[in-house]
């Protein structure tokens, strides 16, 4: 069985190299409701923010006046900013501008916040679904694979000269 792709970054894509070459990659979206996006952004915000008290970094102080002031210095990265590979700001747009969010988005997310929207078994699910649709046409089939015009002449050329 042909393994994964590992790209120049050293990270595994969802590409394998079949025998004769061919490359078959598997991207798809997840487009969770709204209410679940909101529960992963708000699940990321609590561990970030839980990690940023441990780092010893406030963003709000009260003055004995009784005044909330905001820092103007830039917070640093938390870990699970770094994990994700980005920061609220860009987790919001990733996760609120589009229709449907990369899989790997969602399935980092989950395991990073321990908000899960989707499981394994859906993905297979649906990925068996979406496969018995596209191979339910006879024609798709591998065994009832249509072959090529070069084939073709080639195995009347073969035939002409076994006639002769």
Not at 127 to 140: A, I, P, V
């Amino acid at each position: 069985m042909p393994e994964l792709i590992t790209n120049r970054y050293q990270q595994k894509t969802p590409t394998t190299l079949q025998e004769n070459g061919c490359a078959i990659s598997t991207p798809f979206y997840i487009n969770p409701t709204p209410d679940q996006t909101k529960q992963l952004l708000n699940a990321f915000r609590s561990v970030k923010d839980k990690q940023m008290n441990e780092m010893g970094f406030e963003l709000h102080t009260t003055t004995p006046s009784g005044l909330v002031v905001t820092t103007a210095k830039n917070p640093p990265l938390t870990p699970i900013e770094e994990e994700l590979g980005m920061n609220e700001e860009s987790l919001r747009y990733a996760l609120f501008t589009r229709q449907g969010i990369p899989e790997r988005l969602v399935l980092k997310l989950q395991r990073l916040t321990g908000v899960y929207v989707v499981t394994r078994e859906q993905i297979e699910d649906t990925f068996k679904q979406w496969l018995d649709y596209l191979y339910g046409d006879e024609q798709s089939r591998p065994s009832q694979a249509r072959t090529t015009t070069a084939a073709r002449k080639t195995r009347k050329k073969e035939t002409a000269q076994a006639a002769v």
